[in-house]
């Protein structure tokens, strides 16, 4: 399965804007770009994902790099419920690993007020 | 009522002892999965399933078996625990397209159990 490579943590002030990095230099070309976070005490949920173009929700942007080998999250104003473990995840849209997701560690980030 | 609902939410067992996670959910998908969480890492697929007669292993699913009873319930037992099962466990489910990579998948709230 192709992997991710996530920074460990991050740290962001309140109301500003928060650019969550994520390398995938081996995505496939099927592979779609998840992003979930897990608040503490909760199970993971599902923040945006994309396949090549860039994508917004009210949630978040998803920026994908041309050659898709690296994305961007972006929360536009941090608050401080948006402080969690931010998981950037491939999951394959055929192959052995249909439809699943893979976690990495995922990156850790602080708000601060 | 939560879309995805697992019980017991926290369960302390002996070790050797059989335990059973329970996972319903109300979304109507087909596709179901079990992950467990260890501190301070990110979550593991035990076993999923993606129809009713489907099962698969997932990563790590040595030590553990699974049931999916009916569509909407998927059941993980531990036949003897030990305590490196110690663990928070999710149940997540998912809708299948034609392209399984587009649907977001919805989690439980986990279930903390500890093995002494």
């Known amino acids: 399965d192709a992997k991710t490579t996530q920074p460990n943590s991050m740290e962001s002030n309140e109301e500003e804007p928060v650019h969550l990095p994520c390398n995938h230099s081996t995505i496939s070309g099927t592979d779609y770009i998840h992003w979930y976070r897990q608040l503490p005490s909760q199970g993971p949920e599902y923040v945006i994902h994309?396949?090549?173009s860039n994508v917004n929700n009210r949630m978040a942007s998803l920026a994908i790099a041309e050659d898709r080998k690296s994305s961007t999250l972006i929360l536009h104003r941090a608050t401080l419920r948006d402080a969690a473990v931010y998981y950037c995840?491939?999951?394959?849209?055929?192959?052995?690993?249909?439809?699943?997701?893979?976690f990495g560690q995922g990156t850790i980030l602080t708000v601060h007020p | 009522d939560a879309d995805v609902t697992q019980t017991p939410r926290n369960r302390i067992t002996k070790t050797g002892k059989r335990i059973m996670l329970e996972c319903s959910q109300t979304?109507?998908?087909?596709?179901m999965y079990w992950y467990r969480q260890d501190p301070g890492l990110g979550l593991r697929l035990i076993y999923y399933s993606f129809d009713v007669k489907d099962i698969n292993k997932g990563e790590i699913s040595d030590g553990y078996s699974v049931s999916r009873q009916a569509q909407a319930k998927f059941s993980l037992s531990l036949e003897s625990a030990i305590p490196n099962q110690t663990a928070l466990y999710f149940c997540?489910?998912?809708?299948?397209?034609?392209?399984?990579?587009?649907?977001?998948?919805?989690f439980g709230q986990g279930t903390r159990l500890t093995v002494v």
């Open positions: 995840i491939l999951r394959a849209k055929g192959g052995t690993s249909y439809g699943k997701l893979t």
């Open positions: 997540a489910t998912s809708a299948p397209t034609e392209g399984g990579g587009r649907t977001e998948a919805f």
């Open positions: 994309g396949l090549t």
């Open positions: 979304k109507g998908h087909d596709r």
